[in-house]
């Protein structure tokens, strides 16, 4: 039987990055690339049509979980949905917490982007881990992220950071995580994966303006634990530096909605359909949120 997956990427210069373009556009334009988090095709079909109808760049966000469920099927749909788009669609590993993970999908010439998350470690371990995955990755073309502190929470598909606790980020701190190679920055101000709790959301502006002072030249600032989040806020933290924006719970919940209110009303792929259809119109009014509309 035929390999399926597409030939692996050859080594390029970072720069002609089609993750890298859209957000160094984005950077000078002064608005947010919505990075969605997809699970299924629904997913992927929602934030292509989305991004297509809107003439937006996106991304399409897989977590390790794709692989060891699907093993390359979903990274090789994902990957011929953004070849195949009519406006710039890239596909990128968030979280990746393994060696193992990292090189799996690296070699599979999916990806233009991955995270390489090894913030389940010790500072120096993280700091050596993501230096030598950083390497393994750009040889192969693909730029990546990386966080600095620790993000608290989890989400479905990557929970190894789940019941450790928050570390803020410092602008000494994302200085060294810079220094190790990677192209994007994930800091931790006070933004938390999942939802915000009673507490509610309670970003460190300031914290933020500052490490985009101490960095943001350098590299590209990526903001996870976006649940609940408002025009407002959206808008100060794109002017903090912010131009990739993960979005899942605002798409990914409608979805689980129309299934729950459909169940035994629909056919199986009348579900579908509508499920895409929500996600869709969800995708869109992120687009209008992070101002990339028309800028593909």
Known sequence: MADARPAKKQKMDLKENKASIILAKAAVGGYGIPGVCVYNLEGILATVRAASVKSSPAMLLLFPWAQTYSSTLLATAAAEAARTASVP???????AQSPYAIHEAADTGCY??????????????NLRLTRELTEYCHERGIVTEAEPGRITGGEDGVMDTAELEAVMTSPEEAREFVNTGIDWLAPAFGNVHGNYGPRGIQLEYERLNEINEAVGKDVRIALHGTDGFDDAIFAKCIKGGITKVNINKFMNRRYMDVQNENHGKLGLTQLMEEGTRVMQEAVEECIDQLGSAGKA
């Open 89 to 95: 669609i890239t596909v990128h590993l968030d979280h």
């Open 112 to 125: 233009d982007s991955i995270m390489v998350d090894m913030s389940h470690h010790e500072k120096e371990e």
